[in-house]
Structure formats: C-alpha cells, structure tokens
C-alpha cells in the first residue's frame, strides 16, 4: 500500500508547499524531531504503528490547514477517528514542546522592541436584515387559508 507522504514526494518544493503549508526541509526537520519523541516513547515495545511518522505529520498538517474533522481525515487515512485526534494532538504538542517550534512567552514579548500596531473593526452596527413581523403573519395567514379551503361542490 502506498502512504500519502509517497505520493506527494515527488512533487515540486513550490506544489509541496501549497498542499502542506511548509517547505520541504520544515517538513523533514518536523519528522526528525517526531521520530526522535517516538523512540523515546516506545523504547520499552509496544505495537507497531499502522501510520508513517511522515503520514503522521502530513495528517496534522492536513488538519491544520484544512479544518477538516477527524472522521473524514480518518477515513482517508485508514485509521480509526480517535486514533486520528490521538495521532494530531501527540503530534501537535510534540512540535511545541520542542525548541524549534516553541512560541515566545508573553514576557519575552513585553521585552521586544518591537512595535505593534492594532487595527480594530468595528462590525457591531451592521443592521440584520430581516422580515417584517405583519408580513410574516400575511405570508403564513395565506398559506393556511389556501390550505383549509372546502372544495367546491356541485
């Protein structure tokens, strides 16, 4: 059977790119970092694992990136739906915890020189558009008078 990740390999770094959402190098920095994790969770054993550790990363970014649920990435994947939300959040917080991948704190942010500017919208008077109340009972009123005429006889 062939993974995913074998079916992409080939593409071009710019193809490979738009479907992932990361370069080609990112991607095989991630898997190194993930491998190197997995080793160290099943240094004792354990069942080997239906999924790739690219095919792995592939289905988190695909999540990611996507907003697709963990039923349809399941399915494609061959994998059952909470194997699949294990796989991402495993593979999520992994990435994370990692140095690489780590997110400055909100102290380191305060420290920066940088400045931000902030641009607020403001949507909140935006008028709803909705039916009148008597044009509602109008349309409704015919309906069911048209609905509870006695037919004609005779």
């Known amino acids: 059977m062939v993974t995913r990740y074998e079916q992409i390999i080939t593409l071009k770094d710019a193809v490979f790119r738009r479907l992932t959402g990361v370069m080609r190098s990112t991607f095989v920095h991630m898997v190194k970092i993930l491998d190197q994790e997995y080793a160290k969770k099943r240094s004792k054993g354990g069942?080997?694992?239906?999924?790739?550790?690219?095919?792995?990363?592939?289905?988190?970014?695909?999540?990611?990136?996507?907003?697709?649920?963990?039923?349809?990435?399941?399915?494609?994947?061959?994998?059952?739906?909470?194997?699949?939300?294990?796989?991402?959040?495993?593979?999520?917080?992994?990435?994370?915890?990692?140095p690489d991948f780590a997110l400055p704190?909100?102290?380191?942010?305060?420290?920066?020189?940088?400045?931000?500017?902030?641009?607020?919208?403001?949507a909140s008077e935006s008028p709803i558009e909705r039916p009148k109340k008597k044009a509602k009972a109008l349309l409704f009123g015919q309906e069911e008078k048209a609905h509870h005429q006695e037919p004609a006889c005779c």
């Open 105 to 122: 704190g909100k102290k380191a942010l305060h420290k920066s020189d940088m400045q931000f500017e902030v641009i607020l919208v403001d």
């Open 47 to 98: 069942r080997p694992p239906k999924l790739t550790m690219p095919d792995k990363l592939l289905m988190t970014l695909e999540y990611l990136r996507e907003y697709r649920t963990y039923l349809h990435i399941a399915k494609g994947y061959g994998v059952s739906e909470s194997s699949a939300f294990y796989t991402i959040r495993w593979v999520e917080n992994t990435l994370v915890k990692h």
